[in-house]
């Protein structure tokens, strides 16, 4: 891993994130970090334009539209792309991040016009699109520029769907202690797919797999799975 543009704020603090286990599948989640917190202040000049472009795979995040010197890198980073290689915006909606609703949705399909693989889950799509149907997503996007939608079910699977054909993943029971981080480790297992050109039910299922292992961890990064625990579990499941 290149961790040559990781950079360190040295006048704020990292912000922390505390979340109230009183329902394990949607906790409740508390911010504590300041307006210009060091996520907010990343100048387009400290990351390569070339190095922008050139990626197989570049993921954004519409939270990180909503303030900033960062918002206004991504969007240049995205005109950048032009719709080069596969551009993920992964619809993830922080309510505290907004000012409203509305502005969350007009600078999220902005970025959507720049974005060729879109993926949320219900609630998220419906902020960004005011849809929750996943057919009805993926009618109106797929055919333009974007080439995969991925709308996540919760504990009714993922639904996947590209120009070709479209289906839903199976959620995989696991006694869920906490959510948090399981979007995160279906995005990494999502990516490592769209690397390698996995079909897209091979897609749906690792990521399905690789979220379902940390919700059934209390931790978020240190409950990320291995591949071959990913594997693993995928192999049982489909067995």
């Known amino acids: 891993v290149d961790t040559s543009y990781v950079g360190i704020d040295e ?3 990292s912000p922390a994130v505390f979340a109230a286990m009183d329902d394990p599948y949607n906790p409740t989640i508390f ?3 300041p307006q210009n917190a060091p996520d907010t202040k990343i100048l387009a000049n400290q990351v390569s334009e070339q190095v ?3 990626a197989k795979v570049f993921w954004a995040s519409a939270c990180a ?3 900033g010197e960062t918002a206004k890198s991504i969007q240049g980073w995205l005109l950048a792309r032009n719709l080069q290689g596969q551009t993920v915006l992964d619809l993830d909606y922080r309510p505290t991040f907004w000012q409203s609703e509305s502005m969350a949705r007009t600078v999220t399909m902005k970025a959507i016009e720049s974005s060729n693989i879109l993926v949320g889950n219900r609630k998220e799509f419906e902020v960004a699109t005011g849809l929750t149907d996943p057919d009805q997503i993926s009618k109106k996007f797929l055919g333009k520029q974007v080439s995969l939608v991925i709308v996540k079910l919760g504990e009714n699977g993922v639904y996947i769907a590209n120009k070709e054909t479209n289906l839903v993943v199976k959620p995989i029971k696991v006694d869920v202690r906490c959510g ?3 979007g995160d480790a279906f995005g990494g297992m999502l990516v490592h797919g769209l690397i ?4 897209i039910e091979k897609i749906g299922n690792y990521a399905n797999a690789s979220g379902a292992i940390v919700a059934s961890r209390l931790l978020c990064s240190d409950a990320m799975p291995s591949f071959d625990e990913v594997q693993g579990l995928v192999s049982g499941v489909l067995s």
Request: charged share 20%; glycine share 6%; proline share 0%.
């Open 31 to 33: 911010f504590n970090r």
């Open 196 to 199: 390698r050109s996995w079909d």
């Open 52 to 54: 922008i472009k050139s």
């Open 65 to 67: 539209l909503a303030t």
């Open 180 to 182: 948090l981080g399981a």
């Open 11 to 13: 006048s704020q603090f």
